[in-house]
């Protein structure tokens, strides 16, 4: 079953600004996951937080989880025509190793 | 060289013939994955392959068959194809061991369509 809901569904914002993504998720989980998907292309992983953690960076991405509430978020800061793609969570459960994915997140940053 | 490569990246047969896509993995690692992902981008897990064992497997029609010959490579059969079965199949290899998955490496996808 569908483990991670990505809120918004579309998200469309200009170069410079900065964008965040949302994820929520329904039993307890082991980590998380985003990836990004260009148009046509595999997933490439970005980050994962793991369920102990709250905050993680990379570069200009910053990922936080909140176990309590069983949500992420991740921030895209300064963006750029590039990071136009769907971004994807997904999450590892507590009692399963699946890596389980939400529907995504379609991103587009106009130059 | 590209770590997981997929072939063939673009499949369109007739329903009720049997196809046939392959995965190749040079990156060392230990779990391959078969996922599906379907024409509103949702990907599902299909199956997982642990060191040529398989260890995960959804609840998949039996008409797709996996096979593992070596750890560096999961194939996937599909016999008798519906239209239904039209999608992009994602292969991913993982260095860590199923219980205790982390990040997955994907491949470009195979984009299937069944006429």
């Not at chain 1, 570069?59 to 936080?64: A, E, I, K, Q, Y």
């Not at chain 2, 997929?6 to 896509?21: A, E, F």
């Not at chain 2, 096979?67 to 992009?88: F, M, Q, T, W, Y």
């Amino acid at each position: 079953s569908q483990q991670g809901e990505e809120d918004p569904q579309a998200l469309s914002i200009q170069e410079g600004e900065n964008a965040t993504m949302n994820c929520s998720y329904k039993t307890s989980i082991n980590n998380l996951q985003w990836y990004r998907q260009n148009s046509g292309r595999g997933l490439v992983h970005l980050i994962l937080i793991r369920s102990n953690e709250r905050e993680k960076h990379s570069g200009r991405l910053r990922v936080t989880l909140d176990t309590s509430k069983k949500s992420s978020s991740l921030l895209i800061t300064a963006s750029r025509a590039a990071d136009t793609a769907s971004y994807f969570c997904a999450t590892v459960g507590g009692s399963n190793y699946k890596l389980t994915f939400g529907k995504g997140t379609l991103l587009t940053v106009n130059p | 060289d590209t770590a997981v490569s997929q072939t063939p990246k673009y499949l369109v047969t007739q329903m009720g013939n049997d196809k046939s896509i392959k995965c190749e993995q040079n990156l060392g690692h230990d779990t391959m994955y078969w996922y599906k992902q379907d024409s509103k981008k949702f990907l599902k897990i299909m199956f997982s392959y642990n060191n040529k064992e398989l260890i995960i497997n959804e609840t998949v029609p039996n008409r797709f068959s996996p096979k593992s010959p070596d750890k560096a490579h999961l194939n996937l059969h599909i016999n008798s194809l519906e239209l239904g079965d039209s999608a992009v199949y994602f292969c991913a290899s993982s260095p860590q061991t199923a219980f205790n998955t982390g990040e997955l490496f994907f491949g470009e996808g195979s984009r299937l369509t069944v006429l």
